[in-house]
């Protein structure tokens, strides 16, 4: 079975814009959740996703936002960047109700 | 969600067993203990998962003890693609399955 896949592997922006970012979870799993690691650090989870309905949040301000798809995948939008947001966004599934796997990461880069 | 420490790093040679040991001082009665490693620039990867006493998979070992205060990932036989970063981490699978990760131990295993 193919894991988690996220797109793209690599995303450079500038400042104020925005970035839209795509996870595809396990066959068979029907919750996302998104977490950002900045370099050095354990990640730090954003969202989480059950059957479409936003199922937790973490501490991140509005700029940060999610959706789910009727086929469980799921995007993650970043408003007017900043360079703090720089880091690896990393997406993953969960097989219920404990297992979370994660994807490779996206390399989102703010200058 | 309970709180968890470990050691930063620890070093070891090809072939021997590694242990790491978590303190989760305030786990609560419906916490999981979940263990993940991480490479460099990669997503964290699902090693094992227990609730009590001991629990077994093909990389590794969990102990628990019956308070269940903390636990130890036993690693056999480590080699040299065994160095990471490992994270352990408590929680319930509610909540939104929100993982908090703490700081992680960084294991070198030398030649």
């Known amino acids: 079975d193919a894991g988690v896949t996220q797109s793209p592997t690599h995303l450079i922006k500038t400042r104020g814009q925005h970035v839209t970012l795509r996870c595809s979870p396990i066959s068979g799993h029907k919750s996302v959740s998104w977490y950002q690691q900045v370099l050095g650090q354990g990640p730090q989870f954003i969202f989480q996703?059950?059957?479409?309905?936003?199922?937790g949040r973490g501490n991140f301000p509005d700029r940060f936002s999610a959706r789910q798809f009727p086929n469980y995948s799921s995007e993650l939008n970043v408003n007017a960047l900043l360079l703090g947001d720089s880091a690896l966004y990393l997406c993953?599934?969960?097989?219920?109700?404990?297992?979370?796997?994660f994807g490779p990461g996206t390399r989102l880069t703010v200058t | 969600l309970a709180k968890t420490t470990q050691p930063i790093s620890m070093d070891s040679y090809e072939g021997q067993e590694v242990n790491i040991t978590c303190s989760h001082n305030n786990i609560a009665t419906n916490d999981y203990i979940t263990w993940y490693q991480q490479f460099p620039s990669q997503g964290p990867r699902f090693i094992i998962q227990g609730y009590k006493t001991k629990v077994t998979n093909e990389v590794a070992s969990l102990f628990i003890p019956a308070d269940r205060k903390s636990s130890t990932l036993s690693l056999p036989r480590v080699s040299l693609s065994d160095t990471a970063v490992y994270y352990c981490l408590v929680g319930d699978g509610t909540a939104g399955n929100k993982l908090t990760f703490g700081g992680g131990t960084r294991v070198l295993v030398k030649p």
């Open positions: 996703y059950y059957e479409k309905e936003e199922r």
């Open positions: 993953a599934s969960t097989r219920e109700p404990h297992e979370q796997y």
